[in-house]
């Protein structure tokens, strides 16, 4: 295997990406200073895993990753890439090529790549192992190294010699192995922490298990017992409320009977009062109907009495012209049988004009007669309709006077009656009042004293929800509380065994607290035993006292004398003592101000006696704590490294400069099982203290809860007891309301109505009075007419006579001068004229006789009618007198249901008051019943229903007297049982985790054992072998002289070291620190060559080792490395031409731009 090539981009002084080649032989790679050679050396290591920027000669990631010129931006990440030909499979991987690659970004991400796939530091440090360029190799000596591999400890000294041994991959492999048996120590120093916690734990559990299942066997009898008891109760109880019941329904099926009387009768109530509003109905229609016949037959009557006036006089007109016609007849004759004879014309002339004029003058007066008498006998026919009203509207008067009458003494009745009623009804109305007063100021005082009872109730049972809850919480916090107490009662007993046992400390320390009577050799204790630390500061007095923690204070040193013996026949390994009388104290530098995020002196943090402050002081000095790493770094930086100091996380800066960190596994060092012995015990006294302040408040809430439950008890009989009076109060109440409302509405009616028939009466009264007889004046009048009209009558006769016999003269004088004149002619034209006389009078006869015919049946007809009428007012006035005697018998009937009614809700309202008072009983039962359920329900879940009767008869007592005894046991933890068995199962598996871990850790032991034994002999042959090969390359490079390397072994389980001895040539064996700079460069290149040839590199990176070698230094030097070239790859970093003689290739670096470096393939022939 050789180094093909290497690959950077933006590593230090190279941003842009830069390949080297690499052939077998020797490289050199030259260049002046400044140049960025060794940029290349720190490449191959940063690319192998080097995680020390000081070796890198950076500070941070930043540092080498290309940070810019003047011309050029800065790179925010670096690469580097190394090729590896792996032909031979020098490497354990299947490539014959192996690419590293390592990127880096200014964020401070890092990333590994084997043959382009990631890859952890680990796996790239495994890879290399046993190659010596490894993490502690020998292959790749950076510029400045070569004098510190003699400058190291001779156990630093050693990781080279084990590189060469070939042993860095066991060592890996010891140390992974320890690692594992560490963990496996914790874990199984945990699991016994655990197992003998659970161990005590089960124990306690097991105990409370018995106790448990004691109790909860005590429990199941007294439950058997309480069911029992519970059963036969309840059936007592059932029994009384089935009698209960019977007695409900016997009482339900009287108040449905009185229910359905009372509805019977409102509905017969109902129907009569409808009843008696259609009679009212019909009546008033039937007066009404009575007014309007009694119109209709006065209308009649009057109609008859016209019709039968003017009947007469038609009558007598009929008569007149009978009359009139014989005269005509007997005029006809006359004419018929005078002779007729010849007169004189003139003569005739005039006396015809004499008698016509008469004649005229007389009819003139007939037809005015005649006019007055028509006029007088309209007036006459106005006077008999007006009497005929008059006679109508008297009749109707006369109707309503008798109907007043009537009303007035229907009123004054009724009157009479409603005033008896009303004081009877305003009687019964002031004694309701009174006992609506009564009822109301007792339900008021009722309501009083429920709601005085109902406020205490809540609030009682407010608390005793509240105590209760409070009580269950208690109990549960007990419960936890005692289980946390059994926990860090165990643990406790661990830790205090831990203690006792010194375990944390170091097994010489053990064996004398343990095997020497501390007595009898004055020995007081160790330093961690006489420190109280408080948690926060632990880890850092741990690393503040290191391993001064276990040292051993004595009274003196003369103790030591007398003791030595004894250590030594017990073969007692290394103790430091501190002798009380002879350590000095440290006078500590105070500060006068403590500086950022510093917590004082340790000495002063921490407590102890102060007798032992010279031993504190001694073991602490000035040792400051600090908060954290970053403030203790930044005042180490200004105080110049001059003070210790420690973080409370565990960093620690030594003065001078060296920095540890890293944490302690481990949980049981000593000062921690100090301090969780110190917190377990403030625990366990705070869990006392909180059991103890329980069990009293839980006994205190026990008493209040007892109490409070019979104060509810004894509230709620009261308070049913006032609900059951109020619900019977509320009852009447409601009775006397509606009686009372009844009575006020009937007040009201009655006084509306007397109100109403006085002012009926008034306006009767007023009636009568006005009622007067309006129709004299029609029959004055109407005799006055009749008067005139027979006045009338007279005259028109007597002029009618007149003026018959002046047409009779005229007719005559004409006739007989017509006679005289025309003869028969004259004759024949009087006849004529005669003829139409009669046959007028003839005409107006038969139209009166037919008028009069017709007039007639018109009498009839209104007789007929008005016989009518009169039937149909006698049928109506019969109707209403009878409707009147059946209202009256309905009143009746209706105030004898009333009565009835009221007799039913009477014995209703007593009915319901027994109801009332058997459903508070059965309330109560019901209480008591469900009471015991819920008891029952809530301590046993079981439903006392579902019980099946045993046969067993309990008393109240026996079961008190069993309830004792399981109070006696007081509390138990139930759950112990089912936690026991888990507990156990825990208990079994951490003992077979305990097993398994012992055999891991016996199994790790023996492999650890025999990796030390293999790696032991490889390197002791290895070391003895590099001895030989030291000391030969030592006497070529310095010519003369002699070299050997030498393995002490120091204490138990700590690592040797390797001592390198050399006597250059003249000189005698001296300390390397005596050497001359050229003499430490050359004895450590020898030692580089010795490493060499026992295990050969595959390729060797020397960076300027040869710097301080002269002219004849540096050509054994070069001729050295020529007989190592063969198996070893070297790339030389070097000024010096004779090492450049002697390589097959050259690269030169130079800086054509200022900060980037650029490689140059030089050729051969100018250096040769």
């Known amino acids: 295997m050789y180094l093909k090539s290497i690959e950077l981009q933006g590593f230090k002084s190279f941003p842009k990406k830069t390949t080297i080649n690499f052939e077998q032989g020797v490289t050199a790679i030259v260049g002046p200073n400044g140049s960025g050679k060794s940029n290349i050396s720190d490449a191959i290591k940063w690319v192998l895993g080097e995680q020390s920027l000081k070796t890198l000669r950076g500070q941070k990631t930043e540092d080498i990753i290309f940070s810019g010129t003047d011309k ?51 796996d790239v440090r495994q890879l290399f192992m046993d190659t010596g360029f490894g993490k502690d190799g020998y292959a790749l000596i950076g510029q400045g190294q070569i004098d510190s591999i003699l400058s190291e400890s001779g156990q630093e000294r050693k990781n080279l010699f084990d590189e060469a041994a070939g042993i860095s991959r066991v060592k890996y492999e010891k140390e992974e192995s320890e690692r594992n048996l560490r963990r496996v120590s914790e874990q199984l120093l945990r699991i016994q922490d ?28 007294i439950k058997e017992l309480h069911m029992q008891f519970a059963y036969h109760r309840t059936n007592v109880l059932n029994i009384r409320k089935a009698e209960l019941l019977n007695k409900k329904s016997e009482l339900d099926q009287a108040i449905a009977e009185a229910d359905e009387s009372i509805v019977n009768i409102n509905n017969y109530i109902s129907n009569l009062e409808r009843e008696i509003a259609d ?178 109730l809540e609030n009682v049972t407010e608390n005793l929800a509240k105590n209760e809850i409070k009580r269950d919480d208690l109990r549960s916090e007990k419960i936890n509380l005692e289980s946390n107490l059994a926990k860090a009662s165990a643990s406790y007993q ?56 276990q040292n051993v204070i004595m009274n003196n040193a003369e103790d030591i004398k007398t003791l030595l013996p004894e250590i030594k026949n017990r073969g007692i390994g290394r103790v430091t003592f501190l002798p009380l009388q002879t350590i000095k104290g440290f006078n500590s530098k105070k500060l006068i101000e403590l500086p950022q995020g510093c917590l004082g002196l340790a000495s002063d943090i921490i407590k102890y006696d102060i007798k032992y402050k010279n031993i504190i002081s001694h073991l602490l000095r000035d040792t400051l704590i600090f908060d954290s790493y970053s403030n203790a770094l930044k005042y180490a930086k200004i105080s110049g490294f001059s003070r210790k100091m420690v973080t409370l996380s565990g960093e620690l800066i030594s003065a001078g400069g060296a920095i540890t960190v890293g944490s302690m596994k481990s949980d049981n060092t000593v000062l921690r099982i100090g301090a969780k012995l110190k917190k377990l015990e403030m625990e366990i006294n705070s869990i006392e203290q909180s059991l103890k302040i329980i069990n009293e408040n839980v006994l205190k809430l026990d008493d209040i809860i007892s109490v409070e439950a019979n104060a509810i008890n004894s509230k709620n009989i009261d308070h049913d007891s006032i609900v059951l009076e109020l619900e019977t109060v509320n009852r009447e109440l ?107 009078a003839s005409r107006d006869k038969e139209d009166l006789i037919n008028r009069l015919s017709t007039l007639e049946k018109d009498l009839e007809s209104i007789h007929s009618k008005e016989t009518v009428y009169l039937s149909k007012t006698n049928e109506l006035q019969e109707n209403i007198n009878t409707a009147r005697d059946e209202q009256y018998m309905n009143r009746l009937k209706l105030k004898e249901l009333s009565e009835e009614r009221n007799d039913w809700e009477n014995k209703k309202h007593q009915f319901n008051i027994q109801m009332v008072s058997l459903e508070g009983k059965e309330e109560q039962l019901i209480l008591e019943l469900k009471n015991i359920k819920n008891e029952v329900m809530e301590q046993y879940n079981v439903d006392v229903d579902s019980w099946e009767d045993n046969g067993t008869k309990v008393t109240s007592k026996e079961l008190k007297e069993k309830q004792i005894e399981l109070d006696k046991m007081g509390s138990v933890n139930v759950a112990s049982i089912h936690r026991y068995d888990e507990e156990k199962a825990e208990f079994d598996k951490l003992e077979a985790q305990r097993l398994d871990l012992e055999e891991s850790k ?48 120091l204490g138990e389980g700590e690592e040797g070291q390797v001592n390198i001895l050399c006597q250059p040539p003249g000189k005698k064996l001296q300390h390397l620190n005596l050497l001359s700079g050229g003499e430490k460069s050359l004895t450590a290149v020898a030692l580089v060559f010795a490493l060499m040839h026992e295990r050969p590199s595959p390729f060797c990176i020397l960076d300027e080792i040869d710097a301080a070698l002269d002219e004849a230094n540096i050509m054994r030097y070069t001729n050295y490395l020529n007989k190592l070239n063969e198996n070893t790859q070297f790339i030389i970093i070097t000024h010096r031409k004779a090492t450049m003689e002697i390589a097959n290739t050259i690269y030169g670096i130079t800086m054509e731009q200022k900060g980037i470096s650029k490689i140059i393939e030089m050729p051969m022939e100018g250096i040769h």
């Not at 916690?197 to 106790?211: D, I, K, P």
């Not at 009898?520 to 630390?533: L, P, Q, S, Y």
């Not at 006679?819 to 006849?831: A, D, G, M, P, T």
């Open 734 to 840: 409601f009775i006397y309301e509606q009686n009372k409302n009844s009575l006020l509405s009937y007040l009201e009616e009655a006084k509306a109505s007397i109100n109403e028939i006085s002012e009926k009466k008034s306006n009767i009264a007023v009636e009568l009075e006005s009622n007067g007889d309006f129709s004299g004046d029609i029959v004055i009048n109407m005799g006055n007419i009749e008067e005139q009209i027979s006045e009338k009558e007279i005259e028109l006769d007597n002029l009618r006579i007149c003026s018959d016999d002046k047409q009779k003269l005229y007719y005559e004088g004409k006739e007989s001068i017509g006679l005289q004149r025309f003869e028969w002619e004259n004759r024949n034209s009087k006849l004529s004229q005669i003829m139409e006389f009669k046959e007028v």
């Open 194 to 221: 655990m197992h003998y916690a659970t161990e005590r734990f089960v124990t306690q559990l097991a105990r409370e298990a018995e106790e448990a299942k004691l109790y909860i066997n005590r429990y199941n009898e």
């Open 494 to 549: 661990v830790y205090i065994n831990s203690k006792e046992d010194y375990q944390g400390y170091a097994k010489s320390v053990q064996q004398l607290m343990h095997t020497i009577d501390r007595n009898r050799f004055g020995i007081i204790d160790t330093v961690a035993e006489i420190i109280d630390v408080e948690e926060q500061y632990v880890k850092a007095m741990e690393v503040a006292l290191g391993y001064g923690m």
């Open 279 to 456: 009679v009212e109905e019909q009546l008033k229609e039937e007066q009404n109907a009575l007014v309007e016949a009694t119109k209709d037959l006065e209308q009649q009557r009057g109609e008859h009495k016209v019709a039968r006036a003017r009947f007469e006089d038609w009558k007598r007109e009929i008569e007149r012209l009978t009359e009139q016609l014989r005269s005509y007849e007997a005029q006809r004759q006359a004419l018929l049988s005078i002779e007729i004879a010849e007169v004189d014309n003139v003569a005739l002339d005039k006396q015809l004009h004499d008698l016509e004029e008469a004649f005229n003058a007389s009819r003139d007066k007939v037809i005015e007669c005649q006019s007055l008498l028509e006029s007088l006998k309209l007036k006459r026919v106005s006077l008999i309709n007006d009497q005929r009203d008059a006679e109508e509207r008297r009749w109707q008067r006369e109707l309503a006077i008798q109907r007043l009458n009537d009303s007035l003494m229907q009123a004054e009745e009724l009157e009479r009656k409603a005033g008896e009623d009303l004081k009877i009804k305003e009687s019964e109305l002031e004694i309701t009042k009174a006992k609506i007063k009564s009822k109301n100021s007792e339900k008021k005082e009722l309501e009083k004293r429920k709601n005085s009872i109902e406020e205490i």
């Open 72 to 122: 050029r931006r800065p790179l925010n990440f670096t690469q580097v890439s190394i090729t590896f030909d792996n032909e031979d499979e020098a490497l354990p991987v299947e490539f014959s090529e192996v690419v590293v690659t390592r990127r880096a970004f200014r964020h401070g991400e890092n990333e590994y790549l084997i043959n382009q796939r990631n890859v952890r530091l680990k």
């Open 1002 to 1049: 016996g199994k790790l032991t023996k492999l650890i054992t025999k990796m030390d034994k293999e790696m032991s002999e490889r390197f002791n042959e290895s070391l003895k072998s590099i001895s030989k090969y030291f000391n030969e390359a030592f006497v070529e490079l310095f010519d003369g002289g002699r070299a050997e390397l030498q393995y002490e072994i």
